[in-house]
């Protein structure tokens, strides 16, 4: 199939492609990389009266530190970002998550923050901006806000994103020590996760994320003197998973168990 027919905009700055979704507001949709919108578009799962493309945008290609946050642009591909001189000394968790998204081809299309607006629940990089407690800014003609990524992601391909929003960049909180794990499940390796545990030591406290059960990631925090068994299977019953053609929600629940005690452990080994 092919998409039905929409009007292609290619604004140069910011200030037009906000303008742009104010204009069109919901019937529009919003192209960075395009490696989910082109194949939903080719399906006919959404049919937008507007595409906006953003790609080559300037401002928005941008990764900088500010405030203490690395901040990464709504233009900055997959590729980009896992090749970012200071990745894996100020994002440690984000470099060990990177090289399960997707394939190489796909990265070199496909963008950081275009993972989070999609907002697939089996998605690497969401649950890195959950587990770290990272952000997401949104602008509009009415303005600027961030949200914390616990607000941002609603449930399934649902966000709070408002129709005239344009995501401009994510924000993960720098990490001036090395101490994470991560760990996933797929059929193949680029394939999206059937479970996702990624895990980040601070002190005697383990904070834990698991994607591709709920609906949405999944973030706790736990004692390390804790009973790691009785605390990762309450978590797995609390998730209770859902049912697809990749697995069963008891399979999801079984790898929860299976996993997550692993990838708990190799972080705090990193933090002694």
């Not at 092919?2 to 700055?13: A, G, I, S």
């Not at 919901?26 to 919108?37: E, H, I, K, M």
């Not at 290609?61 to 990464?72: F, L, S």
């Not at 959950?130 to 391909?157: C, N």
């Amino acid at each position: 199939m092919k998409p039905r027919p929409f009007d292609y905009l290619r604004p140069d700055t910011v200030e037009e492609a906000v303008a742009a979704l104010a204009e069109h507001g919901d019937g529009a949709r919003v192209l960075a990389g395009g490696q989910s919108l082109m194949a939903m578009l080719n399906l006919r799962l959404i049919e937008p009266a507007a595409l906006i493309d953003i790609a080559r945008i300037a401002a928005l290609a941008e990764i900088r530190e500010t405030g203490g946050m690395i901040e990464v642009g709504a233009a900055v591909t997959q590729n980009r970002l896992m090749n970012w001189p200071g990745l894996a000394d100020k994002l440690p968790l984000l470099s060990e998550a990177l090289p399960f998204v997707g394939h190489f081809q796909t990265r070199n299309k496909g963008t950081a923050c275009g993972s989070v607006a999609h907002a697939d629940p089996s998605s690497e990089i969401p649950l890195v901006l959950a587990v770290l407690g990272g952000e997401v800014v949104l602008r509009s003609r009415r303005g600027t806000r961030t949200l914390p990524a616990s607000a941002f992601q609603r449930g399934m391909l649902t966000t709070a994103r408002e129709p005239d929003e344009l995501l401009t960049a994510i924000r993960f909180p720098v990490q001036r020590h090395r101490r994470v794990a991560f760990r996933e499940v797929a059929r193949r390796h680029g394939d999206f996760a059937i479970v996702a545990v990624a895990a980040v030591a601070e002190g005697n406290r383990v904070r834990i994320g698991v994607g591709g059960v709920a609906d949405r990631p999944a973030t706790r925090e736990i004692a390390v003197d804790t009973d790691l068994g009785d605390a990762v299977n309450a978590l797995a019953w609390e998730l209770q998973g859902y049912e697809d053609i990749h697995a069963t929600a008891r399979m999801r629940r079984d790898i929860v168990r299976r996993i997550a005690p692993q990838v708990v452990e190799e972080a705090v080994r990193c933090a002694a």
